[in-house]
């Protein structure tokens, strides 16, 4: 088999695997790889029991500005896009209703001031009152005692229909099959975890820890959160750090009929619970995620298993401990993070958690809930040594010298096509080859084309 490529992608999840598609079909790039440490494509992140299986568009996102959801509505809708073309309706994206609510008066004042500001962004975009939700989502309105409604006044804006949820790891898995079907020379390889890059004068070949060898002119890393691992390893973003943040979910009976988020704290965004009907176990809701930080670079059965010994020569430095000691001075972030501590744990954690769910359903029982065990994953939050704080977008390392390095943290999945077409229009500058880009905007965002 032919180890030499025209391009390498290191990390076989959905933001890899979109890579590894738009190469195919929209560039005359002869030959690209795709390598992954796993026995099979998307078994970490992108994985059906690693995330909450949304497409994130801004909608229903409450620490999103407009102006932010403006910019994530344009990239979720080329994955939606791609999935309706290639038709993986019921497959791969499912349609369901979904909503963010805001609970009491001070909540329900800002969710009806963001339905106003959103509507320049989603002019669709449907108010529901508590009546309203109580006839579409009637587990959020009904009370503690089983009977009557929750007194605190409720607000709702989303959508009673939407291609919200998706199976990112069925996505990955069709990405990679096309481009393999649109060019023989592209290849998968798998359980091939890269020990190592080197440069020639060629480019750069990747060894594994088996000792296999491929070579590449150009490597893009999409490997989560080892991206910044191997950065390092090769001298390039000495100046971040990283934080693990490990989620977790618990299970509830199937009490919603659709995706209900809350309103976020801006301190702390993407930690509020919200409720999520799994699309791969049937007739549960799964409620969460939980947050906590961990020594880890990748998700293990046990909190205490699995330490990644690598990300002590990523975050043994002063300035990633002074980013976390002041995090914890705010009582907001310190309360929250104690609390997450508790929610890993037996008997506790089950009770506790059982109080924040019941803001989103009012009548749950201890008995309702079942920790998910298997479910959720790793997220890399990068901290900035030189500016002593954590950057919590996606995060790229641009060499300019044949090697990218990606750091995704949430919605990376949704934003999978949007990252392979900045990417893409990087390695075809580098490499002097051509990007379609013309007919990738018209399959895939034709709304961007006619701006």
């Given at each position: 088999?032919?180890?030499?490529?025209?391009?390498?992608?290191?990390?076989?999840?959905?933001?890899?695997?979109?890579?590894?598609?738009?190469?195919?079909?929209?560039?005359?790039?002869?030959?690209?790889?795709?390598?992954?440490?796993?026995?099979?494509?998307?078994?970490?992140?992108?994985?059906?029991?690693?995330?909450?299986?949304?497409?994130?568009?801004?909608?229903?996102?409450?620490?999103?500005?407009?102006?932010?959801?403006?910019?994530?509505?344009?990239?979720?809708?080329?994955?939606?896009?791609?999935?309706?073309?290639?038709?993986?309706?019921?497959?791969?994206?499912?349609?369901?209703?979904?909503?963010?609510?805001?609970?009491?008066?001070?909540?329900?004042?800002?969710?009806?001031?963001?339905?106003?500001?959103?509507?320049?962004?989603?002019?669709?975009?449907?108010?529901?009152?508590?009546?309203?939700?109580?006839?579409?989502?009637?587990?959020?309105?009904?009370?503690?005692?089983?009977?009557?409604?929750?007194?605190?006044?409720?607000?709702?804006?989303?959508?009673?229909?939407?291609?919200?949820?998706?199976?990112?790891?069925?996505?990955?898995?069709?990405?990679?099959?096309?481009?393999?079907?649109?060019?023989?020379?592209?290849?998968?390889?798998?359980?091939?975890?890269?020990?190592?890059?080197?440069?020639?004068?060629?480019?750069?070949?990747?060894?594994?820890?088996?000792?296999?060898?491929?070579?590449?002119?150009?490597?893009?890393?999409?490997?989560?959160?080892?991206?910044?691992?191997?950065?390092?390893?090769?001298?390039?973003?000495?100046?971040?750090?990283?934080?693990?943040?490990?989620?977790?979910?618990?299970?509830?009976?199937?009490?919603?009929?659709?995706?209900?988020?809350?309103?976020?704290?801006?301190?702390?965004?993407?930690?509020?619970?919200?409720?999520?009907?799994?699309?791969?176990?049937?007739?549960?809701?799964?409620?969460?995620?939980?947050?906590?930080?961990?020594?880890?670079?990748?998700?293990?059965?046990?909190?205490?298993?699995?330490?990644?010994?690598?990300?002590?020569?990523?975050?043994?430095?002063?300035?990633?401990?002074?980013?976390?000691?002041?995090?914890?001075?705010?009582?907001?972030?310190?309360?929250?993070?104690?609390?997450?501590?508790?929610?890993?744990?037996?008997?506790?954690?089950?009770?506790?958690?059982?109080?924040?769910?019941?803001?989103?359903?009012?009548?749950?029982?201890?008995?309702?809930?079942?920790?998910?065990?298997?479910?959720?994953?790793?997220?890399?939050?990068?901290?900035?040594?030189?500016?002593?704080?954590?950057?919590?977008?996606?995060?790229?390392?641009?060499?300019?010298?044949?090697?990218?390095?990606?750091?995704?943290?949430?919605?990376?999945?949704?934003?999978?096509?949007?990252?392979?077409?900045?990417?893409?229009?990087?390695?075809?500058?580098?490499?002097?080859?051509?990007?379609?880009?013309?007919?990738f905007l018209k399959d895939l965002s034709p709304e961007e084309l006619e701006s």
């Amino acid at each position: 088999m032919d180890k030499h490529f025209d391009v390498v992608i290191i990390g076989g999840g959905v933001s890899g695997c979109a890579l590894f598609w738009t190469l195919s079909e929209y560039t005359d790039i002869q030959s690209v790889a795709v390598v992954d440490k796993c026995p099979d494509l998307a078994m970490v992140s992108s994985n059906v029991k690693a995330n909450s299986q949304t497409i994130h568009d801004g909608s229903i996102e409450t620490n999103y500005t407009a102006q932010k959801a403006k910019k994530v509505k344009l990239a979720a809708q080329k994955v939606t896009n791609y999935a309706l073309k290639h038709e993986l309706q019921n497959k791969v994206i499912f349609k369901t209703q979904k909503m963010a609510i805001g609970v009491g008066d001070k909540e329900c004042e800002f969710m009806q001031k963001r339905h106003q500001d959103f509507l320049s962004v989603f002019p669709d975009l449907q108010w529901f009152d508590k009546q309203m939700i109580k006839e579409i989502e009637p587990s959020v309105i009904l009370g503690s005692d089983g009977k009557s409604d929750r007194p605190e006044n409720v607000v709702g804006s989303g959508y009673r229909e939407a291609w919200c949820a998706m199976n990112f790891e069925g996505l990955s898995k069709d990405f990679a099959a096309r481009a393999q079907a649109k060019n023989p020379s592209n290849k998968v390889f798998l359980n091939f975890w890269v020990k190592e890059i080197k440069r020639n004068d060629e480019g750069y070949y990747l060894i594994s820890k088996s000792g296999e060898v491929i070579t590449a002119k150009f490597v893009l890393v999409n490997a989560g959160s080892y991206s910044l691992v191997l950065a390092q390893s090769m001298g390039y973003g000495m100046d971040l750090g990283c934080l693990p943040i490990a989620g977790s979910f618990y299970f509830v009976p199937d009490l919603l009929k659709g995706k209900v988020y809350m309103v976020q704290n801006p301190k702390l965004p993407f930690a509020a619970v919200h409720g999520d009907p799994d699309i791969s176990a049937s007739g549960r809701t799964r409620i969460g995620p939980t947050a906590i930080a961990m020594p880890k670079l990748e998700r293990s059965k046990h909190w205490y298993s699995g330490i990644s010994f690598e990300l002590g020569k990523v975050d043994f430095h002063r300035e990633v401990f002074g980013v976390l000691f002041d995090l914890l001075k705010d009582s907001d972030i310190r309360s929250y993070v104690f609390k997450n501590i508790i929610f890993e744990l037996p008997y506790f954690g089950k009770r506790l958690f059982l109080k924040d769910a019941q803001k989103l359903i009012p009548s749950l029982k201890l008995s309702d809930i079942e920790y998910a065990e298997g479910y959720g994953e790793v997220r890399p939050q990068v901290v900035d040594r030189t500016q002593k704080q954590l950057e919590l977008g996606e995060k790229k390392i641009i060499t300019n010298k044949g090697i990218t390095f990606n750091m995704t943290p949430s919605p990376g999945a949704t934003s999978c096509l949007q990252n392979a077409f900045v990417d893409t229009q990087e390695i075809v500058a580098y490499l002097h080859a051509n990007f379609d880009k013309e007919r990738f905007l018209k399959d895939l965002s034709p709304e961007e084309l006619e701006s």
